[in-house]
Structure formats: structure tokens, C-alpha cells
């Protein structure tokens, strides 16, 4: 059964920083590209970076490119988020999101908070 565990998430006056970590376990095949996506109240889902897991390859929304960083470790199934210079406006909840080989939309966290605010 696979699981994705997010941590990281919590309140950060403007200007701080977070890091997010993701875990992913049970997988029957390959991971190619781990992803985070954010969700604020009202709004839709949207990508916020990913990496793949061969090569490294990152990709980045224009909203964060400069202030995040993506990363991962392999061995042990995980993405990183890094958040630095954090903005009001990047209060919402993250989830991971891992696209797997032989699987149809990936596997989802279950998402963690980050509250931006003085």
C-alpha cells in the first residue's frame, strides 16, 4: 500500500522560511517525478515545482522561481521543499504528488499547512 507522509508545514511571519519534507513507502514501481502542488481557501490547485527522479530536472511556478527550491533523495523516497522569503500569499496547503511508473495520476499526501502571516 503506498503511503506519501508530509511534515514541515506551520506559521511563519513574511520574510521566514520553511522546509517541507515528503515521504513516499510501498511502491511496486519506479517513481519518475515528485511533485509539490499548493491549494489556498477558495482557489484551485496549482503546481508548485517538480523534480525528476532521474537527472534531477527541476521546474518551478513563476510565483515562487528564485525563493524556492525543490530536492530530492532516491534512496529514500523523499522530496524537499525549501521555502525561503515567504509571502502572505504562499499561505495554503501543499501536498506531494509522486507520478509512478505503470500508474494513472500518481499518488497523493495528505496534505500539510503553511501560514504565512505577521
Known amino acids: 500500500q503506498v503511503q506519501l507522509v508530509e511534515s514541515g508545514g506551520g506559521l511563519v511571519q513574511p520574510g521566514g522560511s520553511l522546509r517541507l519534507s515528503c515521504v513516499g513507502s510501498?511502491?511496486?514501481?519506479?517513481?519518475?517525478?515528485m511533485k509539490w502542488y499548493r491549494q489556498a481557501p477558495g482557489k484551485e490547485r496549482e503546481l508548485v515545482a517538480s523534480?525528476?527522479?532521474?537527472?534531477?530536472?527541476?521546474n518551478y511556478a513563476t510565483s515562487v522561481k528564485g525563493r524556492f527550491t525543490i530536492s530530492r533523495d532516491n534512496a529514500k523516497n523523499t522530496v524537499y521543499l525549501q521555502m525561503n522569503s515567504l509571502k502572505p500569499e504562499d499561505t495554503a496547503v501543499y501536498y506531494c504528488?509522486?507520478?509512478?511508473?505503470?500508474?494513472?495520476?500518481?499518488?497523493w499526501g495528505q496534505g500539510t499547512q503553511v501560514t504565512v502571516s505577521p
Open positions: 523534480i525528476t527522479t532521474s537527472g534531477g530536472t527541476t
Open positions: 504528488n509522486f507520478i509512478v511508473a505503470m500508474t494513472i495520476g500518481g499518488y
Open positions: 510501498g511502491f511496486t514501481f519506479s517513481i519518475l517525478t
